[in-house]
């Protein structure tokens, strides 16, 4: 298994290197095959995290600026 895409700290998408299958982990750590309904979990949660890793400080004192 390989990580395909890491989603945040705690959930990775994993691809195996032999026959293709993907899973993900999913928010309770539990493995499970990578569906329809966890890549949409898994997108939301990306967002989420890009959002998180941006600079909330930078943008808050622009707020109070403008
Ligand atoms: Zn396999």
Do not use: F
Request: net charge positive.
């Amino acid at each position: 298994m390989e990580i395909s895409h890491v989603v945040n700290d705690r959930v990775n998408e994993w691809c195996c290197t032999k026959c293709n299958k993907q899973v993900t982990n999913n928010i309770y750590g539990e493995t499970v095959p990578l569906n329809d309904i966890y890549e949409r979990i898994n997108k939301s949660l990306a967002q989420l995290a890009r959002k998180k890793a941006g600079r909330p400080a930078r943008v808050i004192q622009k707020a109070k600026a403008a």
